[in-house]
């Protein structure tokens, strides 16, 4: 075929994408989304943990903006019940603009960090020989045509 380096191309930029993505979701597992890494932070407390489902837990926590107690919750993967319990000091992210939305940041979870980040690396390695497929198949056809 050939288009066929266009195509293995394609894919490779796809690959691309989804590691990008795992690599997002993996770290705002640890830290935050990146967009809100500029809000401030404040030390909250683990008020109660719940089990809504067998894979998740809903945490409650408490934090305070300017002097003003906050109440919110978040929804984390189950396995960091071993980790963050009720009565744990939590790291809390506030959007300044509404402090009553906020982020909590649990950190390296067992379960879930490990997973993103061996996605992450199956699809960079996958983009990146793709794409040196694809690169190859190009530069085959080029020679081809001559």
Avoid at 94 to 107: I, L, R, T
Avoid at 130 to 141: F, M, Q, S, W
């Amino acid at each position: 075929m050939k288009h066929n380096w266009f195509i293995c191309m394609l894919i490779s930029l796809a690959m691309f994408l989804a590691a990008i993505v795992c690599v997002m979701v993996m770290f705002a597992g640890l830290v935050c989304w990146p967009w809100q890494l500029s809000w401030p932070q404040t030390e909250g407390k683990v008020t109660n943990v719940d089990l809504p489902s067998k894979t998740q837990l809903r945490f409650t926590y408490e934090y305070s903006v300017e002097g003003r107690p906050i109440t919110s919750w978040a929804f984390q993967p189950r396995s960091l019940s071993t980790t963050v319990k009720e009565g744990s000091k939590v790291t809390i992210r506030y959007n300044p603009k509404n402090s009553n939305d906020s982020w909590m940041q649990c950190g390296f979870d067992v379960v879930s960090t490990p997973f993103y980040a061996f996605l992450s690396v199956c699809f960079f390695l996958g983009a990146f020989f793709n794409g040196k497929n694809a690169v190859n198949r190009l530069l085959v056809n080029d020679s081809a045509q001559i």
